[in-house]
């Protein structure tokens, strides 16, 4: 199935976070090496001395939870875009807490450390949206002066680096807000520059994604047109094999009834030929529309009360759900639901839908066609008719490939895959749709919805296309 434009331009945002946060979860395994080696390169080769305890705990801190981004990262990778979003801001706001931290025990402001917010900010701008990366530099700016009033007031003692710059200089008004005004101005700037090019970046992908998506909706429609093609071929097949038997099989009926002994025959055995004969006109209606998928013909479209078209299809088919163990169910509108469609196409359509739903009631169970008036969002009328059955119902993956050709679940040789397409084709010529609602285990509802008519009697003659 082709995906449209929206779902494509979706699909590739979510890819691109996945595939960015992959990348992350990688820099920061060299983050946590690179912070062991930075550590051992001070105590033994500048001879400075931060407190070592606390900063190599902060990095199997910064490893611990990369290990846990990992294996969530590889379990979240079929989760939805909002919770992959949370995923990666939690990451971000817990490697702020832990830089912070990290900067108060490596000499706070006065280390060049700081400098990394710089590098997470431009992280985060390339992850999230402009107002999420703005929100995350504020936080990191936010932290930073949390942990200089701390410091400040001693409850959070600072911690100088012995020979490194002058223990004096973290005390100091200006300096403390020289460098606080430099690291927000940086920040912004920072997260400003990224989004933008961002955003280009972004819009570029994004045309490319819809181009794409245009592409393989053409390539769909290609494959559709062949599917088609090769239907129309089959159907003018099957349908030349049908249509000859059925009409012998009407001629002798209407000789049979013709001549004069018919009159003696018992009246059950006159009941039973008119409907044998009735079933053989129909063979031959259904073969004809079989016919339309392999060349144009004119379609004669009337006016139609679905209720007693319902009642008259339910009278043909009651008696072969007997054997069955299916109870048929009418449950009609109460007043006359008029429409505008063809006759034959119409109880085509609802006796598929019924042979449908008694194969899926292997069991038995309970088959009920339904007829309703609704209104559509743009206030149209529209009759609905529905047939409900009891079955099996359709797997999930299955509901958006049922209308296709050859698509069938059946056994094999139960069914060719070509009803419910049909079906469709026959609902969209009269300006109708077909849709289907179903739970594994519960059943199945197939719905057919179809302008309503209430004008007067007026039968036209329209050419399929």
Not at 278 to 292: G, I, K, P, S
């Amino acid at each position: 199935m082709a995906k449209s434009k929206q779902q494509a331009v979706s699909d590739l945002w979510q890819e691109d976070l996945l595939e960015r946060l992959g990348w992350l979860i990688r820099l920061r395994w060299f983050a946590v090496a690179g912070l062991f080696a930075t550590i051992l390169f001070t105590r033994y080769v500048l001879d400075l001395r931060p407190a070592f305890l606390p900063l190599f705990l902060l990095d199997a801190a910064l490893l611990a939870s990369n290990v846990v981004y990992r294996l969530l990262w590889k379990r979240w990778r079929n989760a939805p875009m909002q919770s992959l979003v949370r995923f990666a801001i939690a990451q971000m706001v817990l490697d702020y807490v832990l830089l912070t931290a990290l900067l108060h025990y490596s000499g706070g402001v006065e280390n060049p450390l700081i400098v990394t917010f710089v590098f997470q900010c431009i992280i985060a701008s390339m992850l999230f949206s402009p107002n999420r990366s703005y929100l995350l530099a504020a936080l990191a700016i936010f932290l930073v002066c949390v942990m200089v009033l701390l410091e400040q007031t001693n409850l959070w003692p600072h911690q100088h680096v012995e020979g490194y710059v002058p223990p004096e200089l973290p005390t100091q008004g200006r300096y403390l807000l020289g460098v606080l005004a430099t690291l927000a101005v940086v920040l912004f700037v920072s997260v400003y520059l990224t989004t933008t090019i961002e955003r280009a970046s972004r819009r570029r992908r994004t045309e490319v994604a819809k181009r794409s998506a245009e592409l393989e909706e053409a390539r769909e429609q290609i494959r559709q047109a062949d599917k088609m093609a090769a239907l129309g071929q089959l159907a003018a097949s099957m349908a030349h094999d049908i249509n000859n038997p059925a009409g012998v099989i009407c001629t002798r009926l209407e000789v049979m009834e013709a001549e004069r002994a018919f009159d003696s025959f018992p009246e059950r055995l006159r009941q039973d030929l008119a409907t044998l004969r009735e079933h053989a006109q129909y063979l031959r209606r259904v073969a004809e529309n079989w016919t339309d998928f392999a060349r144009k013909r004119a379609l004669h479209i009337g006016r139609i009360d679905l209720n007693e078209m319902v009642q008259r299809t339910a009278a043909m088919v009651e008696d072969s759900l007997e054997p069955h163990r299916v109870r048929l169910d009418l449950d009609l509108h109460d007043s006359p639901l008029l429409v505008r469609g063809d006759l034959v196409g119409l109880q085509q359509v609802v006796l598929n839908l019924v042979n449908n739903a008694c194969d899926a009631m292997a069991k038995g169970g309970t088959l009920t066609i339904h007829t309703s008036l609704s209104l559509d969002s743009d206030r149209q009328s529209r009759a609905v008719l529905e047939v409900e059955d009891t079955g099996s119902g359709i797997a999930p993956e299955d509901l958006e490939l049922i209308f296709e050709p050859f698509f069938s679940r059946k056994p094999k040789g139960k069914g060719t895959g070509l009803g419910l397409t049909i079906c469709r084709k026959i609902v969209k010529e009269m300006d109708g749709e077909i849709s289907v609602r179903s739970r594994l285990g519960e059943g199945t509802v197939f719905s057919i919805r179809l302008p309503a008519d209430s004008a007067g009697e007026r039968t036209k003659t329209y050419a399929r296309s």
